[in-house]
C-alpha cells in the first residue's frame, strides 16, 4: 500500500494532474487531514524554535519517495543513491510499492498534516536535495526533498487597481480570469488571459504540455467573480511549479464595488 494523500480540489475542476489523483477524500487511509499548500520559496533559517510551529502553518514540501519492505532493502537503496543520486527515479519506478512509482517516486506538494506524522516530520526538517530513510506503518520510505514553500496571499483590490492601471506594473504581471465565458462577455478587462474553469478537464496535464499560455516563473494574479474559484487555482497553480501567484481578494465582485463607477470606468 503506497502513501495516501489527498490533493486540492479546484472548485469544480476536477483536475487530475501531476502523476496524482486530485480528490476530496481520504485515500488508503493515511492522510491526518488536509492543509492547502503552494510552493513559493521562504527560507526559514535561523528562526527561532519558538516561531517555528507558526512558519510550518504557512510551508509546503514536495517531495519524492520510494516505499520498501525492509530496513536492509531501504539501506541498500540508500547507499546506491547517495552515490547515484540520479537514478533516484528509475529506482523508485522499479522497486517502490506505492502507486507514485509510475511517477518516478513524485508525490507533488504538501503541507502540513496531510501524511502521516513520521513521513512529515522527515520531509519539513530537511533540506532540499536531502535524502533520508524513515519508517511508517506502511514500511520504510527512502525520502528526497524536492522542494519548499509558502502559502500564497491575496492581493488587495487597492494593490491590484494601482498595477493594473499603471502600463509598466501591468506589464510585469502575468493576468489570469477564470469565470465562466458568460461572466467574462458581460464585463471582459483587459490583458487577461481567459481559461473558463469548468471547462478544463485536465489542467495538470494542459499545463505540463505548455498549452495553457501560462509562464510558471512570471508574477500571476487569478481573478474570478467572488474570489473563491481564483484562490483555489491559484493555490493549484502553485502547487504546480509557479514561482508567485496570488488571487484577487474578494475577486471582480469587491474590486469593482471600490474602484469602478457602473459603466466600469474610473473610481466610484
Not at 100 to 107: L, M
Request: hydrophobic share 35%.
Amino acid at each position: 500500500m503506497g502513501i495516501g494523500f489527498v490533493g486540492n480540489g479546484v472548485g469544480g475542476f476536477g483536475i487530475s494532474g501531476g502523476g496524482r489523483k486530485v480528490c476530496s477524500r481520504r485515500v488508503d487511509g493515511v492522510v491526518r487531514s488536509l492543509s492547502e499548500g503552494n510552493n513559493v520559496s521562504a527560507p526559514t533559517a535561523g528562526l527561532e524554535e519558538k516561531q517555528k510551529d507558526q512558519v510550518d502553518k504557512y510551508v509546503t514540501v514536495r517531495a519524492s519517495h520510494i516505499l520498501l519492505e525492509t530496513e536492509e532493502m531501504a539501506d541498500a537503496c540508500m547507499e546506491q543513491l547517495n552515490s547515484k543520486p540520479e537514478t533516484f527515479e528509475d529506482v523508485a519506478k522499479s522497486l517502490s510499492q506505492c502507486p507514485s512509482n509510475t511517477n518516478g517516486g513524485d508525490i507533488g506538494w504538501f503541507s502540513r498534516k496531510m501524511m502521516v506524522p513520521e513521513f512529515e516530520d522527515a520531509c519539513f526538517d530537511n533540506e532540499i536535495g536531502s535524502l533520508s530513510k524513515v519508517k511508517s506503518g506502511f514500511g520504510w520510505h527512502v525520502i528526497r526533498v524536492d522542494g519548499k514553500g509558502t502559502v500564497p496571499a491575496d492581493i488587495s483590490a487597492a494593490e491590484f487597481d494601482r498595477r493594473y492601471n499603471d502600463p509598466t506594473e501591468r506589464s510585469k504581471l502575468q493576468l489570469v480570469d477564470v469565470r465562466e465565458k458568460e461572466l467574462v462577455e458581460k464585463f471582459e478587462l483587459d490583458g487577461f488571459i481567459s481559461l473558463p474553469a469548468l471547462e478544463q478537464t485536465d489542467l495538470g496535464k494542459a499545463l505540463k504540455e505548455g498549452t495553457l499560455g501560462l509562464d510558471p516563473t512570471a508574477e500571476t494574479v487569478v481573478v474570478c467573480q467572488a474570489g473563491y474559484r481564483s484562490s483555489h487555482f491559484a493555490k493549484y497553480l502553485a502547487q504546480q511549479g509557479f514561482d508567485k501567484v496570488r488571487s484577487l481578494a474578494g475577486g471582480l465582485d469587491n474590486y469593482q464595488q471600490k474602484f469602478l463607477k457602473p459603466n466600469g470606468n474610473g473610481e466610484g
